[in-house]
């Protein structure tokens, strides 16, 4: 979903607990531990490239990573992506940043939520569907669809903006 960022128009609340924090390369191996079940295997090299191109945020209680998203240049602007959460509330809050650091100009989210608080952000933050994304996976253990406690998602994609 491609378009000019439009600053979120409610500020962020994070529940009592909860820090939400810019992320940077101490952070990886927690990160690793919350993709690997959502993405369906271990994608560490993947993800050490992106960080080092990528803006991360994660959402964190205690020690504990709940949520994390990477911002980085792409084509005319920039993209958000790859994000992992186990709730649209716990996405949105670490997508937040990144829409509000960009707003005025051009942001892009993958994404295979068409409905939903998610879905409903990201609209509301001025990227519209330019098209659907479907996720080819090769394992039935990437978590695609239904989020819950201590079950993530990805939100958003990595590759699909690759070229």
């Known amino acids: 979903m491609p378009g000019e960022a439009i600053a979120p128009s ?3 609340t994070i529940v009592e607990g909860q820090t939400l924090r810019r992320l940077d390369r101490s952070d990886l191996d927690a990160v690793v531990v919350l993709d690997s079940p959502a993405f369906g ?3 560490r090299r993947h993800l050490v ?3 080092e191109s990528s803006i991360c945020y994660g959402l964190y209680e205690g020690e504990r990573l709940l949520a994390y998203s990477m911002r980085r240049r792409f084509g005319r602007g920039h ?6 959460a186990s709730c649209d509330e716990d996405a949105i809050a670490v997508t937040h940043p990144h829409v509000k650091a960009h707003a005025g100009t051009f942001l892009r989210i993958d994404t295979h939520f068409g409905s939903g ?3 409903n952000f ?3 933050s001025g ?3 330019y098209d659907t994304v479907t996720t080819m996976v090769t394992s039935d253990k990437a978590n695609y669809g239904a989020s ?6 990805v939100y958003a994609l990595a590759s699909q903006s690759f070229g």
């Open 49 to 51: 490239r992106l960080f």
């Open 79 to 84: 993209v958000v992506g790859p994000i992992v």
């Open 41 to 43: 295997t271990d994608r």
């Open 122 to 124: 990201v609209h509301q």
């Open 148 to 153: 819950g406690p201590g079950k993530h998602v």
């Open 127 to 129: 990227m519209a569907a």
């Open 10 to 12: 409610k500020p962020l």
């Open 117 to 119: 608080p998610f879905a």
